[in-house]
């Protein structure tokens, strides 16, 4: 049976009765559910840190009803800090996937999941996780909109989405974190030492956030020569007003719908029901 959530209701019709206490606490409520196995269908974006709350709840109160359950979230967040830049900094990506696995989720299925870095199935923080790739159908997008492009990513760890393609990678190298009050470590180089000159070039990545990778990437391909340049990515936050410079900056950019966004132009709704068996 499909459990879905309130935050995934543009794309499946909601069943789960979700609501806010008057503190702000998460109050929620399953439909009553024939069999033994549910597959839940739950964004854990926006509001990161009370939408995972909301996933614990609904695999725990499966868990206490012994129903199997696997939980399908396109965006897995924390999934930036899977290992530490200096010392006392926590491992979020392995705390949240031990969360997940301890609340009852017997496998996650989600989309480019960031320090996976391929698709597949893989064991992380004593999870299951199934990592499937939205790479084809944003490559596909591109195509209709410019015709035939080069696809290329803006690091390495995004290499692994152009790769079936034959695309190359740049290499962005980050330095320390910015003063202030947001953990940000500033982009000190992205370096492409390739050709472009007269390509279409579609720039893809797992994420968009600030969208300071992009800009420096479309600045690299614009110096270079390319005729058209595009930007995509799995996940779209555009952060800091990103989306509006981003459009300003190069031809076409977009993204798919596991974060809703004016410019979620492909749907992974199949790709998702692909993979889940009910
Ligand atoms: C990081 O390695 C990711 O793949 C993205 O390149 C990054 O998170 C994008 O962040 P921003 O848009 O802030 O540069």
Redesign the pocket.
């Known amino acids: 049976m499909k459990l879905i959530s309130q935050n995934f209701s543009d794309l499946y019709e909601p069943n789960i009765e979700m609501k806010k206490f008057p503190d702000g606490d998460n109050y929620i409520c399953l439909p009553e559910i024939g069999g033994n196995s549910a597959e839940v269908y739950h964004r854990l974006y926006p509001e990161q840190d009370s939408a995972i709350m909301q996933a614990i709840l609904i695999l725990d109160t499966l868990k206490r009803k012994k129903i199997e359950a696997i939980l399908v979230s396109p965006y897995f967040p924390y999934s930036?800090q899977d290992k530490t830049f200096k010392g006392g900094e926590a491992i979020s990506a392995e705390v949240i996937s031990d969360l997940i696995r301890y609340a009852g989720a017997k496998k996650l299925i989600t989309v480019d999941c960031?320090f996976l870095k391929k698709e597949g199935t893989f064991t992380y923080g004593g999870l299951e996780i199934v990592n499937l790739s939205a790479n084809k159908l944003l490559v596909e997008h591109a195509k209709k909109l410019a015709g035939d492009v080069e696809v290329i990513s803006?690091?390495m760890?995004?290499s692994y989405l152009v790769e079936d393609f034959g695309g190359k990678s740049m290499e962005?190298k980050r330095g320390e974190y910015v003063e202030g009050e947001t953990a940000y470590r500033k982009?000190e180089e992205v370096k492409m030492d390739f050709e472009v000159n007269g390509k279409n070039i579609l720039i893809l990545?797992?994420?968009?956030?600030?969208?300071?990778?992009?800009f420096k990437a479309i600045e690299n391909v614009k110096k270079g020569g390319a005729a058209k340049v595009l930007c995509a990515a799995t996940h779209g936050f555009f952060l800091k007003g990103?989306l509006d410079k981003l459009k300003q900056a190069c031809d076409h950019v977009f993204v798919t719908d596991s974060i809703p966004s004016p410019v979620s132009d492909v749907s992974i709704k199949e790709l998702l029901d692909s993979s889940c068996s009910s």
Not at 205 to 214: E, K, L, V
């Open positions: 930036r960031h803006p690091d760890g995004a962005k982009i990545d797992d994420m968009i956030s600030t969208g300071g990778t992009m990103s």
